[in-house]
């Protein structure tokens, strides 16, 4: 089959596209110059195969080394394009560390995001004496403490609701850090922790931050209250650690029906006061 040519007058339509990557080997999802970043593979690839100039706009901008099963991504590409063929061809040129699973026409108001109601992750820690199987090294963190499955369970239960999250982000100029967490929830199987974290969107290190905290309580270190009594902070918390990047995985994002896309925008759009 032929490679299809994008006109250059129009004839474009807006596709979704599903990726999963390793994050180990990227310097997070975000083009920078000199570095090898997810979405500067994956914009070369596309252009390569349609030959033509693509933009990408993701739901997520996972940083480096945080990995994703499940990121959303939008373009606007030629309309006649064959999704099929374009998952097919992308599979023979991009790395082996970076995969996009589905190419998907959307309506041109599918936005990746600010069209994203929620994003769903997953961290995994190993607490066993001998720490992560080596076959999920690359994506689990090693804990060499026992944690108290309970104590993690009702420290990050008090954290779910609209909060402040000041404590927990990293300081970005002119980015709120008010944001509604809606699942935060942990399950032990095999000697592997696995925290499952919901929320409409996070702010820089969250997620990691949020880990980091319940591990010291699920050790033992701090009380089960003390994550929930941070949120009167505003300001980043130095006690905080936060978790290393391997162990966190973007596994899902969920999207309003095609109806009620623009509206979910004009609302993300604008942007919340504390």
Not at 65 to 81: F, I, T
């Amino acid at each position: 089959m032929n490679e299809p040519a994008v006109l250059p007058d129009g004839g474009l339509a807006r596709f979704r596209l599903d990726v999963s990557y390793d994050g180990t080997d990227f310097s997070g999802w975000a083009v920078q110059p000199g570095l090898r970043t997810v979405q500067g593979v994956l914009t070369d690839a596309l252009s390569r195969v349609l030959r033509a100039e693509v933009s990408l706009t993701v739901a997520g901008r996972t940083d480096a080394g945080v990995h994703a099963s499940g990121q959303v991504v939008h373009a606007d590409l030629d309309d006649s394009l064959d999704p099929v063929w374009l998952v097919r061809r992308l599979a023979r040129i991009l790395p082996s560390d970076v995969r996009v699973r589905a190419v998907t026409p959307v309506p041109p108001a599918f936005d990746a995001r600010f069209a994203a109601l929620r994003r769903h992750y997953a961290y995994r820690v190993a607490v066993t004496p001998w720490g992560a199987d080596p076959l999920r090294a690359r994506d689990t963190m090693s804990w060499p403490y026992p944690v108290s499955l309970e104590a993690v369970n009702a420290a990050s239960a008090l954290l779910v609701g609209e909060h402040d999250f000041a404590a927990y982000c990293k300081h970005r100029e002119g980015a709120t850090t008010v944001r509604g967490l809606e699942r935060f929830t942990w399950s032990a199987a095999d000697g592997v922790l696995t925290a499952q974290v919901s929320a409409d969107a996070f702010c820089h290190s969250m997620v990691r931050s949020l880990v980091g905290a319940m591990l010291e309580v699920g050790r033992g270190r701090k009380p089960v209250d003390w994550p929930a009594s941070l949120l009167a902070r505003r300001e980043r918390e130095s006690g905080i650690p936060v978790a290393p990047a391997h162990g966190l995985t973007l596994v899902g994002v969920d999207y309003p029906a095609d109806a009620e896309l623009a509206a979910r925008t004009e609302i993300t759009r604008n942007v919340r006061t504390r």
